[in-house]
C-alpha cells in the first residue's frame, strides 16, 4: 500500500526512526539516568526515586542475580508482580544482564502458572508475596529453582514500608499462607551489595538478543510466547517517542499515571520504557480496581498524562470526587488494548480538556503499530496512521492486497516485528507473509490520509477490559467437566469491561447448573476469563464438518 498516511504527520514527526541510535534497551536506560540523573523516575505509596536511585537499585539487585544466584544472559526469569518499585527495578536489572524477561499475570491460577513456567523454561521468579500462595502449587513440575519474595512495601522508607507491610499482612489479612522451600527475600537481595556494586558486570547485548518471552493468545488463539528482542523493543520506544514529543510535556511537568498493570504489554511500553526515554515519571497505581482510593491519589498530584483503556475511563468518570482532581496540566490521554467508545470519549474530553488519543498494538509488534496523532482537537474513533518505519497492507481472503477505502486484513512490517513464537516455527509461520508481514487478525479500512479504522476480528477473540480471551482455552477447561458435552464461548457487549465471555454449554447432567459450571471455571481460570453469562442448550450450530458456527452463537 502507498503510504498515504505520511502527509498527515505532524509537524516535526519523522517517517522514519533510526533504530541503530542506541545498541539495546539496556543502552537506552543507562544514557537516560545519566541524563535525567535528578528527575523522579516512580511515585508509589507517595514515594518517589529518581532516575540516578534507579540506575543504584538496578545495580545493586543485578549484583545479587549475577554473583549469589548465578544468573547469566540468555537465563529466563519469571516476574509476577503489580505496579510496585520493585517491578521497574527488577525488569531493568535483568535487562542490565541479558536475561529474557517473562511477564506473568499475578492473577494466574495454578494451572496458568503451570503452561508458562514450563512453556519458558524459567528457572528463577520474583513474586509478590501475596501471590506466593499460587506459586508454591506451581512449583512441582516446573524448572524453577530460585523464589524470590518481595512485600509490597520493600521499596518504601522503613517506617512506611514496615506500615504498608503490616497493614497488609495483619489487618487486611491479604496474604495467604505460603512455604516455599529456599525462597528468598527480595529486601536482602537489593541491600546486600549496597556500596559494592563495581562487581557488576553489564551484559553485552545487540539487537539480536532475546529481551521478553511476552505471552499472549497471539493471532492463532493458543497461549504463546512471543519473542521480542532489543532490537523490537528499541524501534518501538524510538517510534513511540517521537509520536509523543508534540504532546508531551504542553502544560510542563512529567507525571504520567501508570493504572495499567506493567505486565500487559502497552502499559510496559509507554509507562516503563518510552517514559524511561523522555525523562518522564510514573505514578504508579498498584490496585486499579479500588476506584475511589485510585481518585484520592490522583486529587494529590498535578497529572501530565495516563494511559489506560476504555473500561477504566468510563469507571473513572463514574466515580465520585473526580472532578476535584486537578487536570489543568493534562496534555496525553493514551488508550489502548480495546477499542474507546464516543461517548467515554467525549465525556473525558468536556470533564478533563484532553483528547483521548487511541493507538493500537499487538504484543508481536512490541506493541505498537499505529496511533492517533498528539495534534488532533477532537476525538477521531479511529487507530491513526502507522508510525515511523511502520509499513501496512491489507489482505483479502485470499490473500490479495486491497487498497483505500477496502476491508481487509491489517498486516504490518517493520523492525518492531517480532522474531517469531518461542520454540513454535509453525505458529509463526502461520501469522507471516512470504515477503515478511505480520498477520494481525484485525480487518479494517484505511482512508485516504492513511487513518485505519477497525471493523471487525478476523478470528473469534474476545477483549475483556484489554486483555486477550480466546474461546479455544475456555472452551478446553468447560469440556473437562464430566457433566459438560460440549460447550462455546463468544464475547458479550458490555458497557464497563468493553466485551464479557458468554458460554453456551449443552450438558448430560440435570445437576450441573451456572453454579457448577462457574466454580471449575474459578478453579482453573484467571477472574476475566470465566463467564459472566451461562446459557444452556440442547445444541451448538455447527458447519457441516462439525465446525462450531461462533458467528451465529453471537
Given at each position: 500500500m502507498e503510504p498515504v498516511w505520511l502527509d498527515s504527520y505532524p509537524e516535526g514527526v519523522p517517517h522514519e526512526i533510526d533504530p541503530h541510535e542506541f545498541s539495546s534497551v539496556a543502552d537506552i536506560f543507562?544514557?537516560?539516568?545519566?541524563?535525567?540523573?535528578?528527575?523522579?523516575?516512580?511515585?508509589?505509596?507517595?514515594?518517589?526515586?529518581?532516575?540516578?536511585?534507579?540506575?543504584?537499585?538496578?545495580?545493586?539487585f543485578a549484583c545479587y542475580l549475577q554473583h549469589d544466584l548465578g544468573l547469566k544472559k540468555g537465563d529466563r526469569i519469571a516476574i509476577m508482580l503489580p505496579n510496585i518499585i520493585q517491578y521497574p527495578i527488577v525488569v531493568l536489572s535483568a535487562m542490565r544482564l541479558g536475561l529474557i524477561i517473562v511477564n506473568v499475570d499475578p492473577m494466574y491460577t495454578q494451572r496458568e502458572l503451570k503452561l508458562q513456567f514450563n512453556d519458558s523454561g524459567a528457572e528463577?521468579?520474583?513474586?509478590?508475596?501475596?501471590?506466593?500462595?499460587?506459586?508454591?502449587?506451581?512449583?512441582?513440575?516446573?524448572?524453577?529453582?530460585?523464589?524470590?519474595?518481595?512485600?509490597?512495601?520493600?521499596c518504601l522508607p522503613s517506617m512506611k514500608g514496615f506500615m504498608v507491610n503490616s497493614?497488609?499482612?495483619?489487618?487486611k489479612k491479604a496474604i495467604p499462607s505460603y512455604s516455599i522451600t529456599g525462597a528468598k527475600w527480595f529486601k536482602k537481595g537489593l541491600t546486600k551489595y549496597r556500596g559494592n556494586t563495581a562487581k557488576l558486570q553489564d551484559a553485552q547485548l545487540n539487537h539480536d538478543d532475546l529481551l521478553f518471552l511476552q505471552y499472549t493468545g497471539g493471532t492463532t488463539g493458543v497461549p504463546k510466547g512471543v519473542e521480542i528482542t532489543h532490537g523490537n523493543m528499541v524501534a518501538n520506544i524510538l517510534m513511540s517517542k517521537e509520536w509523543l514529543k508534540p504532546g508531551y510535556n504542553k502544560g510542563g511537568g512529567n507525571l504520567v499515571v501508570a493504572p495499567l498493570p506493567m505486565y500487559h504489554i502497552?502499559?510496559?511500553?509507554?509507562?516503563?520504557?518510552?517514559?524511561?526515554?523522555?525523562?518522564?515519571?510514573?505514578?504508579?497505581?498498584?490496585?486499579?480496581?479500588?476506584?475511589?482510593?485510585?481518585?484520592?491519589?490522583?486529587?494529590?498530584?498535578?497529572?501530565?498524562?495516563?494511559?489506560?483503556?476504555?473500561?477504566l475511563l468510563r469507571k473513572l468518570l463514574d466515580t465520585p470526587g473526580f472532578?476535584?482532581?486537578?487536570?489543568?496540566?493534562?496534555?496525553?490521554?493514551?488508550?489502548?488494548?480495546?477499542?474507546?467508545?464516543?461517548?467515554?470519549?467525549?465525556?473525558?474530553?468536556?470533564r478533563t480538556g484532553a483528547v483521548v488519543i487511541e493507538a493500537y498494538g499487538l504484543s508481536e509488534c512490541s506493541p505498537g503499530v499505529s496511533s492517533v496523532p498528539m495534534n488532533v482537537e477532537e476525538f477521531t474513533g479511529s487507530i491513526g496512521l502507522p508510525l515511523p518505519s511502520t509499513n501496512i497492507k491489507l489482505l483479502d481472503d485470499d490473500d490479495n492486497e486491497v487498497g483505500i477505502n477496502t476491508e481487509g486484513e491489517l498486516c504490518v512490517s517493520g523492525p518492531q516485528v517480532m522474531?517469531?513464537?518461542?520454540?513454535?516455527?509453525?505458529?509463526?509461520?502461520?501469522?507471516?507473509?512470504?515477503?515478511?508481514?505480520?498477520?494481525?487478525?484485525?480487518?479494517?479500512?484505511?482512508?485516504?490520509?492513511?487513518?485505519?479504522?477497525?471493523?471487525?476480528?478476523?478470528?473469534?477473540?474476545?477483549?475483556v477490559s484489554g486483555f486477550n480471551v480466546f474461546p479455544n482455552e475456555i472452551e478446553d477447561i468447560v469440556n473437562?467437566?464430566?457433566?459438560?458435552?460440549?460447550?462455546?464461548?463468544?464475547?458479550?457487549?458490555?458497557?464497563?469491561?468493553?466485551?464479557?465471555?458468554?458460554?453456551?454449554?449443552?450438558?448430560?447432567?440435570?445437576?450441573?447448573d451456572e453454579k457448577v459450571i462457574l466454580a471449575h471455571c474459578k478453579e482453573h481460570l484467571t477472574g476475566y476469563k470465566c463467564p459472566k453469562e451461562i446459557e444452556f442448550t440442547s445444541e451448538l450450530p455447527k458447519?457441516?464438518?462439525?465446525?462450531?458456527?461462533?458467528?451465529e452463537l453471537r
Open positions: 543507562l544514557k537516560s539516568c545519566e541524563k535525567y540523573a535528578s528527575n523522579p523516575a516512580y511515585v508509589s505509596f507517595d514515594h518517589s526515586v529518581s532516575f540516578a536511585d534507579v540506575e543504584k537499585l538496578t545495580e545493586q528463577t521468579i520474583v513474586v509478590l508475596e501475596n501471590f506466593a500462595r499460587e506459586v508454591e502449587l506451581a512449583l512441582g513440575e516446573s524448572k524453577i529453582k530460585n523464589v524470590i519474595i518481595t512485600k509490597i512495601g520493600d497493614a497488609l499482612k495483619y489487618l502497552f502499559c510496559m511500553s509507554v509507562n516503563l520504557m518510552v517514559m524511561m526515554s523522555l525523562g518522564g515519571a510514573n505514578l504508579l497505581i498498584v490496585n486499579p480496581r479500588d476506584f475511589q482510593g485510585f481518585v484520592k491519589i490522583l486529587q494529590k498530584h498535578q497529572i501530565t498524562g495516563i494511559t489506560a483503556v476504555n473500561t472532578d476535584d482532581i486537578d487536570f489543568s496540566k493534562l496534555s496525553i490521554t493514551f488508550a489502548g488494548g480495546m477499542a474507546v467508545t464516543h461517548d467515554v470519549a467525549e465525556e473525558w474530553h468536556k522474531r517469531g513464537y518461542w520454540k513454535r516455527p509453525d505458529a509463526t509461520d502461520e501469522v507471516m507473509t512470504s515477503d515478511g508481514y505480520l498477520r494481525t487478525g484485525d480487518y479494517v479500512s484505511v482512508d485516504e490520509k492513511g487513518f485505519i479504522r477497525v471493523l471487525d476480528r478476523k478470528k473469534d477473540m474476545i477483549l473437562q467437566h464430566d457433566g459438560v458435552v460440549e460447550s462455546a464461548a463468544i464475547g458479550k457487549d458490555d458497557r464497563n469491561a468493553g466485551q464479557v465471555v458468554k458460554l453456551f454449554v449443552v450438558s448430560n447432567d440435570d445437576s450441573v458447519t457441516t464438518v462439525g465446525k462450531i458456527l461462533r458467528k
